[in-house]
């Protein structure tokens, strides 16, 4: 290991490039792979925040995105009288388009009783909820990327809004949600009694999954998941649009850094021919050599990780801040998958060279 060390340190310029090359490929595949797990997660945060409520949903209707939920009066008041429900709060919800200063973009709009708060939004970046007929709370990426304030009039749908607050945590790859009272939404979507969901709360002595079965049992103009079912459902749609695309490119970037790794130390293993002949003639067996060898490689897959790794952990607060729509995840699970993965890659990048070292011919020393 100590000649490896002097090997590299002798090149500073050579050794700085292949770190920073090895880094630059641990950044890419952080990256990716973290916009990935965070926009799987963030896109169905909406459900994630329904207090581990059961969403009872029209029948054959599996997911939040890909599906418009319809269910009749009075499924809030059947679904009260069953012993398994403490609470059942109905939303309105419905997906159209925004449209600000001839811009257009697609989200999301949740009509909620503004009394209870039950799937309002949960966290506000400025100003307050909905407490009256006409205002509305937009989540902080859409108002930003439309430049509205507090306090500006918006189109919603057909009609015209105050916006009162501005809600965070409520944007992913390009969803986005805007809150109003029942009432408002019920005239916008010409609901008249009906509701799109209902979120029932488990009567205490009861789980999830006992309450949504026996409302699966007891009625059968509805279906009822549990929050996790239907968020996991919510996600595989969003897995199966962007999933193949993505992992298709961590694939690509785990290729990159597999060939930078090799090239890097193939190169220094190169240059350094002339001075492993010397050692070789002065009877240094092979397998020293490939022990250099390796250990030029994993000093500089040790230092491009560290490199590639903080920067990508700083970057998911960055983009989050600058973004907000796209969300990156880099978790300790994930640093550490990518720790053992660049040690694999650095393995592998080491084959060529150790090949050519185990093949040295002593005589090399002497062709200078």
């Keep these: 290991m100590i000649v490896a060390v002097k090997n590299l340190v002798v090149e500073r310029t050579r050794l700085i490039l292949s770190v920073l090359g090895v880094g630059f490929a641990v950044l890419l595949i952080l990256v990716m792979s973290g916009i990935f797990v965070g926009t799987t997660q963030q896109v169905t945060t909406y459900i994630d925040h329904s207090r581990n409520a059961v969403w009872v949903v029209q029948p054959g209707v599996s997911q939040m995105f890909r599906a418009v939920s319809w269910l009749p009066a009075g499924a809030e008041r059947q679904l009260a009288g069953l012993p398994e429900v403490a609470t059942a709060d109905p939303i309105l919800g419905q997906p159209s388009d925004f449209i600000h200063n001839g811009g257009q973009t697609a989200y999301f709009v949740v009509g909620?009783?503004?009394a209870t708060g039950v799937g309002g939004p949960w966290s506000l970046a400025?100003?307050?909820?909905?407490?009256?007929?006409?205002?509305?709370?937009?989540?902080?990426?859409l108002a930003a990327k439309n430049g509205i304030r507090l306090g500006g009039?918006?189109?919603?749908?057909?009609?015209?809004?105050?916006?009162?607050?501005?809600?965070?945590?409520?944007?992913?790859?390009?969803?986005?949600?805007?809150?109003?009272?029942?009432?408002?939404?019920?005239?916008?979507?010409?609901?008249g009694d009906r509701?799109?969901?209902?979120?029932?709360?488990?009567a205490p002595g009861y789980t999830p999954e006992q309450a949504a079965a026996t409302i699966n049992g007891r009625m059968p103009g509805?279906?009822?998941?549990?929050?996790?079912?239907?968020?996991?459902?919510?996600?595989?749609?969003?897995?199966?649009?962007?999933?193949?695309?993505?992992k298709a490119m961590i694939a690509i970037a785990t290729l990159v850094g597999v060939a930078?790794?090799?090239?890097?130390v193939l190169a220094a293993t190169s240059e350094q021919m002339a001075d492993f002949?010397?050692?070789?003639?002065?009877?240094?067996?092979?397998?020293?050599?490939?022990?250099?060898?390796?250990?030029?490689?994993?000093?500089?897959?040790?230092?491009?990780?560290l490199v590639g790794a903080g920067l990508a952990y700083t970057a998911q607060y960055l983009i989050r801040d600058r973004l907000g729509d796209v969300t990156i995840a880099v978790t300790p699970a994930m640093l550490g998958g990518m720790a053992i993965a660049t040690a694999v890659m650095a393995t592998l990048g080491s084959v060529l060279p150790l090949r050519r070292v185990t093949r040295i011919d002593p005589a090399l020393a002497f062709r200078r």
């Design 260 to 264: 930078l790794i090799g090239l890097t």
């Design 222 to 246: 509805a279906d009822a998941l549990t929050s996790a079912e239907f968020a996991q459902n919510s996600r595989d749609i969003i897995v199966s649009m962007v999933g193949r695309p993505m």
């Design 195 to 202: 509701v799109s969901y209902i979120l029932v709360q488990p």
């Design 277 to 305: 002949g010397v050692l070789r003639a002065v009877g240094v067996r092979p397998v020293q050599l490939c022990r250099t060898v390796i250990g030029q490689a994993a000093i500089i897959a040790a230092l491009g990780y």
């Design 153 to 191: 009039t918006v189109r919603i749908v057909d009609g015209d809004f105050t916006v009162v607050g501005v809600s965070d945590q409520t944007a992913a790859l390009g969803n986005f949600y805007a809150f109003v009272g029942m009432s408002d939404a019920a005239r916008l979507f010409r609901a």
């Design 112 to 114: 909620y009783d503004t």
């Design 126 to 141: 400025q100003g307050r909820g909905v407490e009256t007929s006409g205002e509305v709370v937009l989540d902080r990426v």
